[in-house]
């Protein structure tokens, strides 16, 4: 069983950072990448960054410059950065991994920004 925990969400003003983690736990086979995607009310969810196991990394258009991610390999975690956030980037965000074998999905973190 694989489990996938996030933390560092929260309620911040529009120009602050937070830092969002997630942990897998379990029997994860051979972790291809590891990204975070976000869904605010009433849209679709989206791509925010990724990394793969070499280190290459993905960023929305929305979010580069801004957003930065990295993952410590020997934990099985990864980290997403957001500074200077803006009332729009308010959404559930979701850790995945992807393995050879299959996807997993985190629960989900809050981030609220306030104007």
């Known amino acids: 069983q694989v489990q996938l925990v996030e933390s560092g969400g929260g309620l911040v003003q529009a120009g602050g950072s937070l830092r969002l983690s997630c942990a897998a736990s379990?029997?994860?086979?051979?972790?291809?990448?590891m990204g975070w995607f976000r869904q605010a009310p009433g849209k679709k969810r989206e791509l925010v960054a990724a990394?793969?196991?070499?280190?290459?990394?993905t960023y929305a258009n929305s979010v580069k410059g801004r957003f930065t991610i990295s993952r410590d390999s020997a934990k099985n975690t990864v980290y997403l950065r957001v500074s200077s956030l803006k009332p729009d980037d308010t959404a559930v965000y979701y850790c995945?991994?992807?393995?050879?074998?299959?996807?997993?999905w985190g629960q989900g973190t809050q981030v609220t920004v306030s104007s």
């Open positions: 990394i793969t196991n070499d280190g290459r990394t």
């Open positions: 995945k991994v992807e393995t050879l074998l299959k996807d997993y």
């Open positions: 379990g029997s994860i086979f051979s972790i291809n990448a």
